[in-house]
């Protein structure tokens, strides 16, 4: 077994018991299939798999399986079809590689630098982080300004990362990212988001 980013992976099945997610068809035993990590509601603090076909996962998820491929080093015998179908889909928010960049779809979520409400449309930095939701932990995005962004994180590569993530971002988006980001900003604070779309 082959770990991607954020502990999801791609292997053989090792029997023909687990069901696709997307697609609710069983996986036969020995074709490889994706499985994203998630918290397991019967054990507290540990994690299981949601099991789905690659072909399928390519097409919801693209951008984990993305990830997955590039750590697994076994052989993908559709590979072609695979990375067809996750170059016409569109990746879903909290589903591709962190850190991202992406317009706010609404104006709920505060930095989590200066504690700030980014406005709607505005470009924000995902980055990943942890949340408690009562009985366990679970990961999810956590928003930044752009000018906040790198004081926050402390990683002087993050916009660079951000790129290699985000290769859909507009021209305008990039230069936002280089000129916004180069003048830090936002209050002193230490804000958090429980988590918007």
């Not at 077994?1 to 992976?9: D, I």
């Not at 949601?50 to 559709?78: D, R």
């Not at 779809?105 to 982080?129: F, H, N, P, W, Y």
Request: hydrophobic letters at 30%; aromatic letters at 6%.
């Amino acid at each position: 077994m082959v770990r991607g980013t954020m502990a999801n992976v791609i292997e053989e099945s090792k029997s023909n018991r687990a069901s696709c997610r997307t697609c609710r068809q069983k996986i036969d035993k020995g074709v490889l299939r994706f499985g994203e990590e998630a918290p397991n509601q019967f054990d507290e603090g540990t994690t299981s798999y949601f099991w789905h076909h690659l072909l399928c996962a390519a097409k919801k998820k693209p951008a984990l399986v993305k990830a997955a491929m590039e750590s697994f080093s076994g052989t993908i015998p559709n590979k072609a079809e695979i990375e067809a179908a996750m170059g016409s889909a569109k990746p879903a928010a909290g589903e591709r590689p962190y850190p991202y960049a992406e317009r706010a779809s609404t104006g709920r979520s505060r930095c989590m630098q200066c504690d700030e409400a980014i406005e709607k449309g505005a470009l924000r930095v995902a980055i990943e982080r942890e949340v408690d939701t009562g009985s366990f932990m679970r990961k999810g995005p956590g928003y930044l300004h752009v000018g906040c962004a790198i004081e926050h994180t402390g990683d002087a590569q993050l916009f660079e990362k951000v790129k290699k993530n985000c290769p859909e971002l507009k021209p305008e988006d990039l230069a936002e990212l280089v000129s916004d980001g180069a003048g830090g900003g936002g209050d002193d604070g230490d804000g958090d988001d429980e988590g918007e779309e």
